[in-house]
């Protein structure tokens, strides 16, 4: 009983063996690389599950010619000028709807314009931790750039119409943690078929060393001396 035991367990330990020497080769081959999908995947899920929230609201403003209320090439090129001014804090003290509190000089990160080279529509995105106060930075620039242009149509030639006021959001836009998760494992992803490619590399130049190094050189001809 005692030998029959030993065999047993000496079995076992073999086939742990077997199992262990593949499972080594395993990590040294794709450790690294696993450990910086990983790192990502936990960097994204972290920053989904601590980063602060964040609402965001849309409004959208037009510009159109005064004289036949059309978009011409004018209107475009104005479009482009008054969606620079929006986050300004001169541009918004236009407004007759008041701010939320914020720290000053700090609108630039609440309000965000964006335009199209080809129409003169201005986005007004609003955003702040709650949807209320997102809706209210967002209307407030759009009223703002509004009274503006309404102030400076005679130089200008084009007026600026209100198309929509934004509405508080239902839902924050960040953080958002399937886009967080999945952009985190992508950035671990990317890193470790870095870290593959270089350590391949490696790889195959002290192959290439240890193949000449295993190659013996050629040896040199006996010199021949012919007595005079």
């Given at each position: 009983?005692?030998?029959?035991?030993?065999?047993?367990?000496a079995?076992?330990?073999?086939?742990?063996?077997r199992?262990?020497?593949?499972?080594?080769?395993?990590?040294r081959?794709?450790?690294w690389?696993a450990?910086?999908?990983?790192?990502?995947?936990l960097?994204?899920l972290?920053?989904a599950l601590?980063?602060?929230?964040?609402?965001t609201?849309?409004?959208f403003?037009?510009?159109?010619?005064?004289?036949?209320?059309?978009?011409?090439?004018a209107?475009?090129s104005?479009?482009?000028?008054?969606?620079?001014?929006?986050?300004?804090?001169?541009?918004?003290?236009?407004?007759?709807?008041?701010?939320?509190?914020?720290a000053a000089?700090?609108?630039?990160?609440?309000?965000?314009?964006?335009t199209s080279?080809d129409?003169?529509?201005?986005?007004?995105a609003g955003?702040?931790r709650?949807a209320r106060?997102?809706?209210?930075?967002?209307?407030?620039?759009?009223?703002a750039?509004?009274?503006?242009?309404?102030?400076?149509?005679?130089?200008?030639?084009v007026?600026?119409?209100?198309m929509?006021?934004?509405e508080p959001?239902?839902v924050?836009s960040?953080?958002?943690?399937?886009?967080?998760?999945a952009?985190?494992?992508?950035?671990?992803?990317?890193?470790?078929?870095?870290s593959?490619?270089?350590?391949?590399?490696?790889?195959?130049?002290?192959?290439?060393?240890?193949?000449r190094a295993?190659?013996?050189?050629p040896?040199?001809?006996?010199?021949i001396?012919?007595?005079?």
């Amino acid at each position: 009983m005692p030998q029959r035991e030993a065999r047993a367990k000496a079995r076992g330990l073999g086939a742990a063996g077997r199992l262990r020497a593949p499972a080594a080769a395993y990590l040294r081959r794709f450790g690294w690389a696993a450990a910086f999908v990983l790192a990502g995947f936990l960097g994204g899920l972290g920053y989904a599950l601590f980063a602060p929230t964040t609402y965001t609201a849309t409004a959208f403003v037009l510009v159109v010619d005064s004289a036949d209320g059309q978009s011409g090439p004018a209107a475009v090129s104005f479009a482009q000028a008054y969606g620079r001014l929006a986050p300004l804090p001169e541009t918004l003290q236009h407004s007759s709807i008041p701010l939320p509190a914020h720290a000053a000089g700090d609108t630039r990160r609440h309000v965000q314009a964006s335009t199209s080279p080809d129409t003169p529509l201005i986005r007004l995105a609003g955003s702040a931790r709650t949807a209320r106060d997102a809706a209210a930075f967002a209307n407030a620039a759009a009223d703002a750039l509004v009274r503006y242009g309404a102030q400076h149509r005679a130089d200008t030639g084009v007026r600026v119409a209100l198309m929509t006021l934004a509405e508080p959001p239902a839902v924050p836009s960040s953080p958002n943690p399937a886009l967080d998760i999945a952009a985190g494992t992508a950035a671990g992803v990317l890193l470790a078929g870095l870290s593959a490619a270089i350590m391949s590399g490696r790889r195959g130049a002290r192959r290439d060393a240890r193949r000449r190094a295993a190659v013996p050189a050629p040896a040199a001809a006996d010199r021949i001396e012919v007595a005079p």
